[in-house]
């Protein structure tokens, strides 16, 4: 692992960390040619890259509906216990996110709100390269069951595997657990490809309006290129894991979380931050102890190796801000205060406190959603959850009252932006109450100065009060002007413009 050490002094710079962050060119321009045929060719274009990356020909691409049914048979009990609990505890967390729509109303009877709809449609891509992740489908499939999600949709690779022949090339594992979050529709479909089948649709794919999942570069890259189209959760990266550790920490529990990560993917970033370098030196000793043990040694040394990086700070509020710089997908918090640390994290996708709260139990069983922001992305980025699923609504409600309150400040910053129509539709509903639905008649307005009704240039005490309280102070100022026995036809005028101002709150009423 690389080793940066921090002087007194001195902050961790975003430019020392080891991350690639952008989608290869060549990666993302393969991504577009697969996404354009399929959109042109289809079902077609889906069996030609199943067969050119897979090795598997397809004839259906949906997997029956029998198979789903029988696939909690193919598990054995205590595989299948594990997942009906960590499905229990992701949808209890879940249903706390739910949000509920709301509405508020001003004392002019104005309607104020947000209206939450459940998406019509999800897709869930399923990654099934180097490993199989059956909690990868609770953590996506769950949150969109609880949001009310009509139609939920799993693609994943089939496997070229005779032993999955039942299973369409699943893996029984991820059919099981995709059978327990209650999926509706699988395709054995996989890479850039099937996330074009899932944004645009083809002859056996219905499109659906979002996307969520991991996927390797390509998945990532097919995403990015239909966004806009669909929505997506995130473009992500390879998995990360930062530890923040002091003296009290175990130096081989915090080897064991750090290739926790390691062991994804070559390519998956490891962070160490701590303030004893000698602690460090006993994490890499214990790191060279158990990855000669590991069945996935290979994968877990070059991560480490090439994606690794420790940093030694000088004190513990450098090191916090180093977490912070790094911004990490997971973030182990190994520290004897470590509930005292947690406000001070700004930038975290999920945070573990305590030495007991290991990042694995996130991956299967806690509850919390595992699709996480990576690649420094929990600088802006938060987790998957229920409200990646839904929609939110502004609902607008006037009242005449309101228009009338509104109306003198929406058409002064019309004129200020030089939209005319803009103050004009508001100033024609204005008229309206003012002087009677005569007036907004063509006959009338083909006589009117429709430039004075867009901008009749209100004072500031109209823009601010509004109509209805601007006539008020009217009404005082007529009546004192004919107490002091002024002219009475300023009486008249301002008396007049308090009882148009009356009559339009009495049509609304």
Not at 81 to 94: D, G, P
Not at 288 to 307: G, H, K, Y
Request: glycine share 10%; with cysteine.
């Amino acid at each position: 692992m690389k080793t940066i050490t921090l002087a007194p002094g001195e902050r961790l710079r975003a430019g020392q960390l080891i991350r690639k962050g952008v989608l290869p060119d060549a990666v993302v321009a393969s991504a577009r040619s697969i996404v354009e045929d399929v959109r042109q060719r289809g079902d077609d274009a889906l069996r030609g890259y199943s067969k050119q990356f897979d090795g598997v020909e397809l004839e259906g691409l949906r997997l029956p509906q029998e198979a789903l049914e029988r696939a909690l048979e193919l598990v054995s009990p205590s595989f299948r216990a594990a997942l009906e609990k960590a499905a229990a505890q992701i949808r209890a967390f879940h249903e706390r996110e739910v949000e509920q729509s709301w509405f508020t109303t001003r004392a002019d009877g104005t309607m104020l709100g947000v209206k939450v709809t459940p998406m019509a449609a999800a897709g869930v891509y399923v990654p099934g390269g180097r490993a199989q992740y059956p909690s990868t489908v609770l953590m996506n499939i769950i949150p969109a069951k609880v949001a009310g999600v009509g139609r939920i949709v799993m693609v994943t690779p089939p496997q070229n595997d005779p032993q999955m022949s039942e299973t369409g090339g699943i893996s029984p594992q991820t059919l099981a657990a995709a059978r327990i979050a209650g999926v509706d529709e699988i395709y054995t479909v996989g890479g850039a490809q099937a996330i074009a089948a899932l944004a645009y649709g083809t002859e056996s794919i219905e499109k659906v309006d979002v996307i969520t999942g991991p996927g390797n570069a390509y998945v990532a890259a097919a995403k990015q290129l239909v966004s806009g189209d669909v929505g997506i959760d995130m473009v992500a990266g390879p998995s990360e894991v930062c530890v923040l550790a002091d003296a009290t920490a175990e130096p081989a529990v915090v080897a064991a979380d750090l290739m926790a990560q390691a062991e994804h993917d070559p390519l998956a970033a490891c962070y160490l931050i701590t303030c004893d370098a000698a602690f460090a030196a006993e994490v890499e000793r214990a790191i060279e102890l158990f990855v000669a043990q590991s069945p996935r040694e290979e994968i877990t040394r070059a991560s480490l190796d090439n994606e690794g990086t420790i940093v030694i700070a000088p004190d513990i509020a450098t090191a916090v801000d180093a977490v912070n710089t790094v911004a990490p997908e997971h973030l182990e918090l190994h520290c004897e205060d470590a509930l005292g640390l947690l406000g001070g994290i700004r930038n975290a996708g999920a945070i573990f406190v305590g030495a007991w709260s290991s990042e694995p139990l996130g991956d299967y069983v806690a509850g919390p959603n595992h699709t996480l922001p990576t690649g420094g992305t929990a600088l802006f980025s938060s987790p998957l959850s229920v409200d990646d699923f839904v929609k939110r609504s502004s609902v607008v409600c006037y009242t005449p009252a309101g228009l009338l309150s509104d109306a003198p400040a929406t058409q002064t910053l019309a004129e200020g932006e030089g939209l005319w129509a803009h103050a004009l539709s508001v100033g024609l509903r204005r008229r309206k109450l003012e002087c009677g639905a005569a007036s907004v008649g063509l006959d009338a307005l083909a006589a009117a100065d429709l430039t004075q009704v867009a901008w009749p240039e209100d004072d500031a005490r109209t823009v601010a009060a509004g109509l209805a309280d601007a006539a008020t102070v009217a009404d005082e100022a007529a009546g004192a002007v004919a107490g002091a026995g002024d002219d009475a036809s300023a009486a008249t005028s301002a008396s007049a413009t308090s009882s148009g101002a009356s009559d339009f709150a009495r049509e609304g009423e």
